[in-house]
């Protein structure tokens, strides 16, 4: 068996406290370790008290659900925007404006009315001018647009100024129209002083 000189290794006394060096790490772990498991006691032991007693005494947080649900329907969502059903058309508005459609915009012509034409009246015809045998002549202008004759003759009446067609009430106002337009005479005269319907007399200046 070989023999070894003595060294400081073997100069070890019977009651040193000193142990193997994993021995001591291994306590110092465990010396190092009992600072964090209290912390994380405490952690656990406040965090515990926070969930379960709090609440229970009253006291919530800031940011409770109730306060998200609040905050959250503030917002407007997307399905509160107008949609394109709610818009009015172009045909809507053009009816809001009030603006009258072309069928119901009057009409800027009035239709003309025309008296009734009766050519069974018979017709008075009188000169009251001094030219000879005018009222024969203007008598047969009559006769010839179709109305019958009832005196021909001169005027003997207050003179006249100007020719006129004296009719009796509206039922002989187109007789006077007409005959008026057949013989030149714009003077028409809704009277009740003859007893002809309709009476032509011829004034100064007629021809």
């Known amino acids: ?26 306590s110092a772990s465990r010396a190092a ?9 405490i952690a656990l032991a406040v965090g515990l008290v926070a969930f379960v007693v709090l609440p229970k005494l009253g006291f919530t947080s800031s940011t409770t659900p109730q306060a998200v ?21 172009p045909s809507s508005s053009v ?3 009030g603006q009258p459609s ?15 034409l ?10 009251g001018t001094t030219t000879g045998g005018l ?3 203007v008598a047969g202008m009559v006769q010839g647009g179709g109305w019958p004759l009832s005196t021909v003759a001169n005027w003997g009446g207050m003179p006249q100024q100007t020719s006129s067609v004296f009719y009796k009430g509206a039922a002989q106002k187109g007789n006077a129209e ?10 028409l005269v809704d009277s009740a002083e003859f007893q002809q319907p309709v009476v032509v007399i011829l004034g100064p200046g007629y021809k």
């Open 1 to 26: 068996m070989t023999k070894f000189a003595r060294d400081e290794f073997d100069r070890v006394p019977q009651s040193s406290s000193r142990q193997g060096v994993h021995r001591l790490v291994a």
């Open 102 to 116: 072309p069928s119901d915009t009057p009409s800027s012509t009035p239709t003309p009315t025309t008296a009734p």
């Open 69 to 89: 649900a609040t905050a959250g329907a503030s917002k407007p969502s997307a399905a509160a925007s107008p949609s394109a059903s709610s818009m009015p058309s």
């Open 118 to 127: 009766d050519k069974t009246a018979v017709v008075a015809v009188y000169n």
């Open 33 to 41: 370790l009992w600072p964090v498991l209290l912390l994380g006691g």
């Open 178 to 187: 007409a005959l008026g337009k057949l013989l030149g005479i714009s003077n």
């Open 95 to 97: 009816q809001a404006s």
């Open 135 to 137: 009222a024969a002549r």
